[in-house]
């Protein structure tokens, strides 16, 4: 192995520091205990119209959600709507997400209210139609497997804490690419202590293979912590001497100017708006003869804001915050309607760029041409420009986003760690990525492609760039495209009031990237078997447990925050655990068996230094089911649940979301009720997390209870394959539904 140098002086010290903080830990279990017992299914006679509740009663289809709604802006009060009779039924509310972490529970055990009486032959899971036809035509039997406990969360946020240092790579086992790590060493020590070979040629047993290894490390080279860093390159020599400065990553912001941004919104108080002709335009009509624009009814005490002018304040309001806090940093600006403009920094040796014409539609011409606009000028030099170029926009035109999108990757390609964020209120229309373009597929039929979104996705990633995108309410984006690329860059995505944009701007860009090219491998003992999700993955988890290639799973992450967070589920092998408890049961002494877990997490940091993160940890072992819920971590429950259904309900069961979700809600209300939980404050962040369930049960039953008004029976139509069920409903997907899957799935916490 080569050594790598790096600070010398420093190198001793480091390999000695141990970690002290008391920061969540990289690898996270939901409970203390493996659950060891057998898969067992439930059934249930379902239909798309059925309100699924959790088994101790809860309706979740009626619970309240609060949004901790702030209604103020940066105009001011924003003018609330009239109430609503009494006896209309709530709407359920969008954009619940945004707040993903609030702690104002409701109350745990809410009954049921009298608008909504409680369904007295509900079976556990399900409550009430909410149809009143009782045709049971479309009710069918589904077996769900029941739930457990085997979910690891890995937090990435926790690759700032500091861990001992090591250089070279670390030893791997040659059958499972296992990491040497301080489980193996004392069983090691033990090992040499009886092993009659000389050092030299010492053997290693792998704990999660049991293959034998030869191996030469030293005393000082074997691993005597759970986490450890390899440094497999060091930083460039011009980003060995970090500044400030050098962490604070630039930020471009894509401003859509295309006709639509137009539309104005009512504001309560008078305001004087600043912008372009069409501002003033909007202002003249809130002043002339303000007494013809409103009928009787209306308030006269109220300015029309247009979107344009809601995103240029927003944006202009964060200019201004890095100006006092973070003066150092870069701000780049790009707008599109029919065609792009690259503004850059403003600065005049970058002067605006203005793309036309054919190169709409050349990805290489637009990157190149982002990728000239070098951002030299700090917001410290440039705050006064970019603000007058801001509020010199005017809205026309159609809508290049893609091509804008483009050349934003080009710009922020030059510094890993750039985030770039899209502020648009309408579809894709002009130049490559346009979504109103259709390609024949074999058969001869249109249909919208993914590609350019895919493409331009995974290159961001491979870049290091973050691209978030923010849609304004009331508009049509195709989302369900637009998300493609925020997922696979790590960014945020949201539909959000014009009048309450900057605070969107402020959620995105207090995550900013701690590393890049992020990978991770989970490794699990032989014994164990990584879970599937989705339906035709489950299907084929009775062949894989057969066989020991899928006891490890690999992802490809690219950008990581200080919050990122993914969850796993394994299972384990039948065989394999009636062979552990038959050994258990012969021993004359109650002995705690232990299984193992491992990470191994490369990534590349700000500076540019790539190293390996091993992280190695071991587990008891439990037939006891009361023991596991007791001993349950109810946030890392909830946000497996939250993830995996996203993931199915994409995939285009929503049935099987409906249903999985339903059972990760019964759980963990059940694992918080439980008289010995471990955690005091379980109830309250099961009633969080049931507000969560209780959101995406309401949008995906509405959706399926319109395809059903529409003659549409996706999850019950035996000659339509998963995949052509998963293109259907994608390609109806609106953008509140897509909007809320994305960010159940998205790795983001906030």
Known sequence: RAEICFNHKKKK???????????????????????????????????????????????????TTNNNNNNTSLFGAVPQPQAQPAAAAPAPQSGFFGNLWSNVPRAFNTAPSAAQPATTNASPLFGSSLSNNNNNNNRKRRAVRKVNTNILAVELGTLTKDVVFYTGDPFYCKSCSAAFSHLDTNRLKNQMQTDEKSEESQTWTCTFCENTNEFDLQDEEQPKDESVDYILEPAPSQSSSSSTADTLKPIIFVIDISGSMCVTQEVAGKHTLKGNASGRNAAAFNTDRADQHYGSNRSRNVTYVSRLQSVQAAVTAQIETFLKEQPNRKIGLITFNNEVTIYGDCSSQNGPVTVTGDKLNSFSDLFELGRKHVLSNPVKTSSKVLTSTLFNLEECGATALGPALTCAVGMASLEPGTEVVVCTDGVANVGIGALDVKKKTEGGEEEETDDFYVNVGQYAKSKGVVISVISIKGADCKLEKLGIVTDATNGAINIVDPLNILNEFKEILSLPIIATNCSVKLLLHKGLYIRKIGEEEEKQEEKQQKTEQNSAVNREIGNVTSESVFTVEYGVRSEFSKAMKKQLESQSEAIEKMLPFQLQIKYTKLNGMKCVRIISKEQAMTWDKNKTEENAQIDVLGLHAQQTTAVIAQKGG???????????????????SNSNTSDVNAKKKASVWS?????????????????????????????????????????????KTANMLYQMKSNRKK
């Open 691 to 735: 507000r969560k369930a209780q959101e995406v049960e309401t949008q995906l039953q509405q959706v399926q209870v319109t395809e059903q008004q529409q003659g549409l029976f996706y999850d019950d139509d035996s000659s339509m394959t998963s995949v052509e069920r998963n293109k259907a409903r994608s390609k109806n997907r609106d953008d």
């Open 13 to 63: 010290e480091r390999k000695n520091k141990r970690v002290s903080d008391k920061r969540k830990e990289n690898m996270e279990s939901a409970s203390k205990y493996i659950d060891m017992n057998d898969d067992e299914d439930e059934e249930f006679d379902f239909d798309a119209t059925d309100t699924l509740v959790s088994p101790d009663g809860l309706n979740l289809n009626t619970a």
């Open 654 to 672: 929503y049935t099987d979301a409906r249903l999985h979700n339903a059972m990760w809600t019964g759980m963990m209300n059940r694992a918080a």
